[in-house]
């Protein structure tokens, strides 16, 4: 009986490490940037979270200075939430107030002409991978096993708001989907009914053009 606990034990905390993980979205994205044009990078977040990044330019042109680059994010609805001009590295942090694709992009200040590639290197960071951990853990002096148990509870709560985002998701996409038919099913009944009607009009004036040429 003991050894049985002791699997299920094993069992939850296996659960709980991967939720952690599939909840703590840390990504370390590579853009080759271009001499003219702009590079963007975009994410899927949901309302009410977290997100931090840093970049930094990186110019195989070991001769010339780094070229300056500049940067801005955007949220869904086209709100400028960061931007910064002639800069070689920074950092943005916001929490999201709209659930949609946040749109991160960058370009080249003036004319790169340097014979090396020009690279951009960020760390996106987003949810529980963005939270400062040291700091709650010296606010609320915590440490060892009880840090890491509140850090498998904001994940698994994470995980928790996922789900149901995604529902609501899905119930949106359901109720588009039921009105897109409901539109469908009555356009192709209107557009029944108009040649049912179209035919019959065209039969009357064939009818009545023969009788007035006495064809019939």
Same mark, same amino acid.
């Given at each position: 009986?003991?050894?049985?606990?002791?699997?299920?034990?094993?069992?939850?905390?296996?659960?709980? %490490?991967?939720?952690?993980?599939?909840?703590? !979205?840390?990504?370390? &994205?590579? %853009?080759?940037? @271009?001499?003219?044009?702009?590079? *963007?990078?975009?994410?899927?977040?949901?309302?009410?979270?977290?997100? +931090?990044?840093?970049?930094?330019? &990186?110019?195989?042109?070991?001769?010339? @200075?780094? /070229?300056?680059?500049?940067?801005?994010?955007?949220? /869904? =609805?086209?709100?400028?939430? =960061?931007?910064?001009?002639?800069?070689?590295?920074?950092?943005?942090?916001?929490?999201?107030?709209?659930?949609?694709?946040?749109?991160? *992009?960058?370009?080249?200040?003036?004319? =790169?002409?340097?014979?090396?590639?020009?690279?951009?290197?960020?760390?996106?960071?987003?949810?529980?991978?963005?939270?400062?951990? $040291?700091?709650?853990? !010296?606010?609320?002096? &915590?440490?060892?096993?009880?840090? $890491? +148990?509140?850090?498998? $509870?904001?994940?698994?709560?994470?995980?928790?708001?996922?789900?149901?985002?995604?529902?609501? #998701?899905?119930?949106?996409? !359901?109720?588009?989907?039921?009105?897109?038919?409901?539109?469908?099913?009555?356009?192709?009944?209107?557009?029944?009914?108009? *040649? &049912?009607?179209?035919?019959?009009?065209?039969? +009357?004036?064939?009818? #009545? =053009?023969?009788?007035?040429?006495?064809?019939?």
């Amino acid at each position: 009986m003991v050894r049985r606990e002791g699997a299920i034990v094993r069992w939850w905390w296996v659960v709980l %490490l991967l939720l952690a993980c599939a909840s703590r !979205r840390s990504a370390a &994205i590579w %853009l080759n940037l @271009p001499a003219t044009g702009t590079k *963007c990078v975009s994410d899927e977040i949901h309302n009410n979270v977290v997100v +931090l990044a840093d970049y930094v330019v &990186i110019s195989d042109d070991h001769v010339h @200075p780094t /070229p300056t680059i500049s940067a801005k994010v955007t949220s /869904p =609805y086209g709100n400028t939430l =960061y931007r910064q001009e002639n800069i070689t590295h920074g950092q943005f942090a916001f929490t999201t107030t709209e659930a949609g694709s946040y749109l991160a *992009c960058f370009w080249v200040d003036g004319n =790169y002409s340097g014979t090396g590639g020009l690279s951009i290197n960020m760390e996106w960071k987003t949810g529980i991978a963005a939270k400062d951990w $040291e700091s709650v853990a !010296r606010k609320e002096k &915590i440490e060892g096993v009880e840090l $890491e +148990l509140r850090k498998l $509870e904001e994940a698994v709560e994470t995980v928790h708001e996922n789900l149901l985002y995604l529902k609501t #998701r899905e119930a949106e996409m !359901r109720t588009t989907n039921e009105a897109t038919n409901s539109r469908v099913a009555l356009f192709s009944l209107m557009s029944l009914t108009i *040649c &049912i009607v179209v035919s019959a009009l065209q039969i +009357l004036y064939l009818k #009545r =053009y023969f009788q007035k040429k006495k064809l019939i």
